[in-house]
């Protein structure tokens, strides 16, 4: 593959940043990558690995003549990041962000960008329960999604470039409008995160069962709810805080199938259960039909696999 930009910027050097660098040096997308990480702790980390070509002590340093500048930070810092790196940008530079929230970072972000510099919002829909500058791998975007989320009046060639780096580290592209946005992953995120932690809260409040039984017996259900409560307790409440529309939107929704269910299980009411159960398998058969998971046992995981 052949270079599409000649230094790009990462602040924040988590997952998906550390993913980033790594997908970029694997195909020489990138001419140099520099990086900038709040926590000194982090900055040093990345620099014992080798993380970036670069690892800068300020984010005006990391952003300075860089033609893409990606906001890899909890949704809630975005804004602050923003008004640093605002007077350092390069003009034609690209900034874009990485945030599972797209309407608040769009209000966050953008009062702060320079004329003549184009930002592009978006969304890798990829991860781990993994965090920090040594979680990253280079095909964690192989065959996920990428959401951009452009403003209108956003230059179309900027866009496109954009889009050629993301599809050349694996991932797919696709546009969508900012508060749809927000409704889908509301739905296909963020409640089910919510969901998961209240499992696991539930678990761990019931004292009617050990925490001894509960580590040794979690079957496949429960064992799942806690590697997606191990997630990144920062970006994850920002995520709540910032989606909070959506999000409470399905949680209502969610609360009203639940009260249904229930009926049907006080009542004996097993034809309804079973209708309800295989209308949902059908959703599992379409993210497999997708290509977005595998039917293979244990989903897909073997002992010591990389999640």
Same mark, same amino acid.
Do not use: D, K, S, Y
């Given at each position: 593959m052949s270079l599409i930009y000649n230094r790009v910027a990462l602040i924040g050097l988590g997952l998906i940043a550390g993913s980033m660098a790594h997908a970029m040096r694997e195909s020489g997308l990138a001419g140099e990558i520099t990086g900038h990480a709040r926590s000194e702790a982090t900055r040093d980390t990345a620099r014992e690995i080798g993380l970036c070509d670069r690892i800068c002590d300020s984010a005006a340093e990391a952003v300075a003549g860089a033609d893409l500048v990606v906001l890899a930070v909890p949704v809630g810092a975005m804004g602050d990041v !923003?008004? *640093? =790196? !605002?007077?350092?940008l390069a003009p034609g530079a690209t900034v874009t962000d990485v945030g599972s929230v797209k309407q608040a970072v769009i209000d966050a972000v953008g009062p702060h960008i320079p004329d003549g510099v184009h930002f592009i919002p978006g969304h890798p829909l990829a991860g781990t329960e993994h965090s920090g500058p040594r979680a990253g791998f280079a095909s964690l975007f192989r065959n996920r999604w990428w959401l951009l989320t452009p403003l209108p009046g956003t230059d179309p060639g900027a866009v496109d470039r954009l889009s050629g780096l993301i599809a050349a580290m694996g991932a797919k592209t696709d546009r969508m409008e900012p508060g749809h946005h927000d409704l889908v992953l509301a739905v296909t995120s963020h409640a089910p995160h919510l969901i998961a932690y209240t499992m696991v809260g539930v678990a761990d409040h019931l004292r009617r069962v050990t925490d001894e039984e509960v580590i040794q017996y979690s079957a496949a259900g429960f064992r799942d709810f806690t590697r997606i409560a191990a997630s990144d307790p920062t970006m994850w409440r920002d995520v709540f805080l910032h989606n909070k529309e959506a999000t409470l939107d399905i949680l209502g929704r969610f609360? *009203? *199938? &639940?009260?249904? &269910?229930?009926? !049907? =299980?006080?009542m004996g009411d097993g034809e309804q259960l079973f209708d309800y159960f295989s209308r949902t398998r059908a959703i599992r058969r379409g993210i497999i039909e997708a290509g977005q998971d595998t039917d293979a046992p244990d989903f897909g995981r073997t002992p010591g696999a990389r999640p």
């Open positions: !923003a008004a *640093e =790196i !605002a007077p350092h609360t *009203e *199938e &639940l009260f249904v &269910l229930q009926r !049907a =299980i006080r």
